[in-house]
């Protein structure tokens, strides 16, 4: 993908994160291509521990649009989901069973509503930590900061961290992907039976394009806190027959959490060699694990709606909506051919489809993917 021409660079942000090569040298993992890094844990020799820190992304921009134009603080309630799903099925990645939970809360108090936000992150973080319960995933929230930032911040942002520990004998390191090994990816879109409404599918990334592309610059002018550059033509409660939802609800639908589907997996199915939550690099997420492998992706299901909808409206090329989005394949089982019917079968349990979505094979030129899609062929790495 061509930086100057690239849709997500326009509009601010760098899709690769160059620069944070920088801390590679400082992090001791114990094993270097690992989806996260995991650590000795200096007080149970045969235990490694997990830490991991993400975000929202810029929905809470989005959210707060909505809120100046209803005055809902309930649309604030969703973010507390995105957060928690970014950070355990980031660490479920590599085994790791999540044990305690922390957030960040920056705001900007002279814009937004404190109380408002407040009252409504604590609920989304009540209702999301008690359905993980249900699945036997219990999370310590030990509360966290929030930080009023008038000078650095115009809207919000809202993020945490999560610690998790894993066995060292059974650490998912991504080291032993061969070739022939099979690739199933799971639906970010849809309705799992553990949710209480259709989801867009859109989870956490690429926000900042889809908020651009979409929403009327209209916006902007009427709130410049949001942001300039919007040259979208809907309204956020403009509702779409093919989205089923309006286009708001779509950008806000809060990313599924995986984590119950992956741990009914790990502890049903053998020959799991690799998991990846396609956050962050949309479908070449899998680039980081590893050693010279081709991931071959040929058999990808239709995008949902608002991925369409984004290429359409954004004129966003299907080369770069495939290294930013993940355009309906939220996570990825890696895993040998005799397992790959287990694996589906759990996730459809759940209500969530899951399908063989590809294969991987040996590389002469570091990891690669190869995306063969009813919109062209695409190859990264």
Same mark, same amino acid.
């Given at each position: 993908m061509n930086l100057l021409t690239s849709k997500y660079r326009q509009v601010g942000v760098d899709v690769k994160k160059s620069g944070i090569e920088v801390f590679k040298k400082h992090i001791k993992s114990i094993h270097e291509k690992s989806f996260c890094p995991v650590f000795k844990n200096p007080l149970d020799s045969s235990t490694g521990l997990v830490f991991h820190t993400d975000g929202a992304g810029s929905k809470p921009v989005q959210a707060y649009l909505h809120w100046t134009e209803t005055r809902d603080k309930r649309w604030f309630e969703g973010l507390a989901q995105d957060v928690v799903a970014m950070n355990i099925d980031d660490i479920v990645c590599v085994g790791a069973i999540p044990i305690s939970l922390v957030d960040y809360i920056a705001l900007n108090p002279r814009i937004v509503p404190k109380k408002?936000?407040?009252?409504?992150? =604590?609920?989304?973080?009540?209702?999301?930590?008690?359905?993980?319960?249900?699945?036997?995933?219990?999370?310590?929230? =030990?509360?966290?900061?929030?930080?009023?930032?008038?000078?650095?911040?115009?809207?919000?942002?809202?993020?945490?961290?999560? $610690?998790?520990?894993?066995?060292? &004998?059974?650490?998912? &390191?991504?080291?032993?992907?061969? =070739?022939?090994?099979?690739?199933?990816?799971?639906?970010?879109?849809?309705?799992?039976?553990?949710?209480?409404?259709?989801?867009?599918?859109? $989870?956490?990334?690429?926000?900042?394009?889809?908020?651009?592309?979409? $929403?009327?610059?209209?916006? &902007?002018?009427?709130?410049?806190?949001?942001?300039?550059?919007?040259?979208?033509?809907? &309204?956020?409660?403009?509702y779409l027959e093919e989205l089923n939802m309006t286009v708001g609800e779509a950008i806000l639908s809060p990313t599924r959490i995986f984590t119950p589907i992956v741990f009914k997996i790990l502890k049903q199915c053998g020959g799991i060699s690799g998991l990846v939550h396609n956050t962050g690099g949309g479908l070449t997420k899998c680039l980081r694990l590893g050693k010279n492998i081709l991931y071959v992706k040929e058999n990808l299901p239709e995008p949902d709606p608002i991925f369409k909808l984004i290429q359409k409206e954004g004129r966003v090329s299907w080369n770069e909506m495939f290294e930013v989005f993940n355009m309906g394949i939220g996570f990825e089982v890696i895993v040998k051919k005799e397992e790959v019917d287990n694996v589906i079968s759990i996730a459809e349990k759940f209500g969530v489809q899951a399908m063989v979505i590809g294969y991987c094979d040996r590389s002469k030129r570091g990891n690669r993917v190869i995306i063969k899609s009813m919109f062209g062929k695409f190859e990264y790495g």
């Open positions: 408002e936000i407040l009252e409504s992150l =604590a609920r989304g973080f009540e209702k999301t930590l008690s359905l993980l319960k249900k699945f036997g995933i219990s999370i310590i929230f =030990a509360g966290g900061e929030t930080a009023e930032l008038p000078d650095q911040l115009m809207t919000l942002d809202v993020s945490g961290a999560v $610690m998790g520990i894993i066995e060292l &004998s059974k650490i998912i &390191s991504g080291e032993n992907i061969k =070739a022939g090994d099979i690739i199933v990816g799971i639906r970010s879109g849809g309705r799992a039976k553990y949710e209480n409404r259709e989801n867009s599918g859109i $989870m956490c990334n690429g926000i900042t394009l889809a908020r651009h592309c979409l $929403m009327k610059p209209e916006y &902007s002018k009427k709130r410049p806190e949001i942001g300039s550059g919007y040259f979208g033509r809907f &309204s956020f409660d403009d």
